[in-house]
């Protein structure tokens, strides 16, 4: 069955510092694959997404992600945090195929910076 | 230009009694989708609306849910009877076109059952 774990449910960096979110995902073949984050109140945001080429991909905020297919991962990377980034990050896959474009997610990380 | 909006925020409401939530996409956006996340657990897909027709309801919970998208534009996701699994977020996304494409997600109404 398809699935994405996002092994951290928390995590706490000092700003500056940097920062990177795990995202393992269970599909047998390339998935497209996203990053969304968000704040208090907020609606999920998309920080950036993979649908083919280059497996560096950079998004908004200074964030980018690498997709590894060996690893089946994609994790999401920025080299400085700002107390700003203080959010809710989910993964999520789109196993998409004819007919079905729903997201799979995992369970979100958690991430408190501190000043 | 205007986001996916959701109404209410938040809602709480008694074991039993019905709740109606509601969801605005993005004008112009034949594609909607309602996801659930329980506290604690992954966001989860509840179903997916191109224009009027549903496209995909098999995250749809049982048959206390009922969604509708009269007209192509918003949306309504109906619980009746409520019960207290049912607390937890809704989110609604919207997409321009069927496919691959990325899905904009609006704040989520926030529903608690007591």
């Known amino acids: 069955a398809q699935s994405v774990t996002q092994p951290d449910i928390h995590i706490t960096v000092s700003e500056g510092a940097s920062l990177e979110l795990r995202c393992n995902y269970s599909y047998g073949a390339t998935p497209y694959l996203f990053w969304y984050v968000q704040s208090p109140g907020q609606g999920l945001q998309l920080l950036l997404k993979y649908f083919s080429g280059d497996t560096l991909v950079q998004g908004i905020k200074g964030f980018e992600a690498e997709f590894k297919r060996s690893q089946s991962s994609f994790n999401l990377r920025k080299p400085s945090v700002h107390w700003s980034d203080a959010a809710e990050y989910f993964c999520?896959?789109?196993?998409?195929?004819?007919?079905?474009?729903?997201?799979?997610f995992g369970t979100g990380t958690r991430l408190k910076v501190l000043a | 230009e205007a986001g996916v909006t959701q109404f209410p925020s938040h809602s709480v409401i008694e074991k039993g009694q019905t709740v109606t939530l509601r969801c605005d996409p993005i004008?112009?956006?034949?594609?909607l989708y309602w996801y659930r996340r329980v506290m604690g657990k992954e966001i989860k897909f509840l179903l997916h609306f191109v224009k009027e027709s549903k496209q995909d309801e098999s995250g749809m919970p049982n048959n206390r849910f009922l969604a509708e998208r009269t007209g192509g534009t918003y949306s309504t996701l109906k619980v009746q009877p409520a019960e207290l699994e049912d607390s937890g977020v809704y989110f609604c996304?919207?997409?321009?076109?069927?496919?691959?494409?990325?899905?904009?997600f609006g704040p989520g109404t926030r529903l608690t059952v007591t």
């Open positions: 004008s112009g956006h034949d594609n």
């Open positions: 999520a896959v789109g196993p998409w195929t004819s007919g079905t474009y729903k997201y799979i």
């Open positions: 996304a919207s997409s321009q076109e069927v496919g691959i494409n990325e899905q904009y």
